[in-house]
């Protein structure tokens, strides 16, 4: 086999060790809902805060401000409609278009995990400074701006 001429150090870059922590984290809290009885997947809690954060934004807003390509997102509210955490009337002034609300059960979940998301960051940035997590910020929006600016050169 030929030798690779620029091989990658992938133990000195932040992909893999982003792509590790984010896991981990997930993994957690999924573990956390289980085991305190809660019906509830992180992507669901994100859906629930972004509308806790403001009731009743359309299907596109709310795509954008998670990340998630139209179509999975269809699906993910589907299963949050069958589980009563949401629900979605089509727009006033433009039927094609969904307005997202949260139910009083979808409140209710919301109200539920804060403490249990609370407790978990709170052992998450055990031991870390102060400086530290700034630092750690500053440098997670500095990787999100480059891929932001290399996504848009493509």
Do not use: C
């Not at 609370?118 to 998450?124: C, D, G, V, Y």
Request: hydrophobic share 35%.
């Amino acid at each position: 086999m030929k030798k690779e001429e620029n091989p990658i150090d992938f133990e000195s870059s932040l992909g893999p060790w982003l792509g590790k922590t984010v896991k981990m984290v997930e993994y957690h809290m999924q573990e956390l809902f289980k085991k305190n009885g809660l019906d509830l997947t992180k992507e669901q809690m994100v859906v629930l805060k972004k509308l806790h954060e403001k009731n009743g934004m359309s299907q596109n807003e709310l795509a954008r401000l998670t990340f998630r390509d139209k179509s999975s997102l269809a699906r993910l509210l589907s299963k949050m409609e069958k589980k009563m955490y949401i629900f979605r009337t089509p727009d006033e002034t433009d039927k094609r278009v969904n307005q997202v609300f949260l139910t009083p059960k979808g409140i209710e979940m919301m109200q539920r995990a804060r403490p249990i998301i609370k407790n978990m960051i709170q052992n998450m940035e055990q031991g870390v400074s102060l400086s530290e997590k700034q630092l750690i910020i500053q440098t997670l929006k500095k990787v999100q701006h480059n891929i932001n600016s290399s996504i848009e050169s493509l």
